[in-house]
């Protein structure tokens, strides 16, 4: 017995005639005949009762097709269980923990892997190892490894923070520059939050720096860029995003805290399902 039996007498019962049915399904009338004479001699019992014209339901045949409906639904149920499982796998759930990476990977692996959604997030915070375990994302891209049982870390790209300077700044000369040898002015950063902005502003704070940081929205900041002569940073992932525009000149920052190699994390159990994110990222880091 197989399911293409049980929907044939489904087709059956419903139309009382098997040259109806064998015409809706468009196979041969024989061959209609010899399917039902088979499935009744395996269920060793007449489902129908025969008229010169028309087949009827006979007792049984009520019976059995009230089991032959259910079967087919839950054929059908798990049909669509299967497609939403498989939907599901097409979908990676990241957290990034500094916009940069986040511009620069999102773009770039959709293109590699168009078939599979991502859904991208910014989160701060030293939680990641709890938000993998609880599967509240399936990939956690962090600035250093994370020690937790179950946890993979793989190093995945290198970022540094530069300092955007206008090109008639003093500034210019140097080949890199820390926060501290900056002098007392305003320093442009979009309000955008992450990892970089965080260690900017402690860096600030802990040592009293007399810079004054300008947070607005990124479109403002952008337009502030290339009409003023305020100071701003800028990433090495985030530069092909921006363009400060010719009248700039970028300057590694020095600061320790400034630069970072960020980790892909997840649960190793997990692994099969973040092949493709796994695979591209690896020619990520051979750029």
């Known amino acids: 017995m197989d399911i293409t039996q049980l929907e044939y007498f489904k087709v059956i019962a419903e139309t009382g005639s098997l040259t109806k049915a064998a015409g809706q399904l468009h196979i041969t009338q024989p061959a209609m005949s010899a399917m039902l004479k088979k499935f009744e001699e395996e269920l060793n019992v007449e489902l129908f009762d025969r008229s010169p014209n028309r087949i009827y339901l006979n007792h049984a045949g009520e019976i059995a097709l009230v089991h032959v409906n259910s079967i087919l639904r839950n054929v059908e149920q798990m049909k669509a269980d299967l497609r939403s499982a498989a939907q599901q796998n097409l979908t990676l759930s990241i ?4 916009p940069g990476v986040r511009w620069f990977s999102v773009p770039r692996f959709s293109v590699a892997c168009p078939e599979i959604t991502v859904k991208d997030e910014l989160y701060e915070g030293e939680d990641a190892a709890k938000l993998l375990a609880e599967r509240v994302y399936d990939l956690v891209v962090t600035p250093g490894k994370i020690k937790a049982r179950g946890i993979k870390s793989l190093p995945f790209l290198s970022d540094q923070v530069f300092l ?11 080949e890199s520059i820390s926060l501290k040898d900056i002098p007392e002015q305003p320093l442009l950063y979009p309000q955008i939050g992450g990892y970089f902005l965080d260690r900017i502003e402690r860096i600030v704070r802990e040592n009293n720096l007399p810079v004054t940081l300008v947070k607005n929205d ?17 990433s090495t992932l985030s530069m092909d995003l921006r363009n400060d525009g010719a009248h700039r000149t970028v300057i590694p920052m020095n600061d320790p805290e400034l630069s970072v190699t960020y980790y892909i994390s997840f649960l190793e159990s997990e692994k099969e399902k973040m092949k493709k994110f796994l695979d591209w990222a690896k020619g990520c880091g051979q750029r």
């Open 95 to 98: 957290a990034f923990c500094d």
């Open 164 to 174: 955007s300077v206008p090109s008639d700044s003093r500034l210019v000369s140097y």
């Open 218 to 234: 990124f479109g403002i900041t952008q337009h502030l860029i290339r009409s003023t002569n305020f100071l701003a940073t800028i």
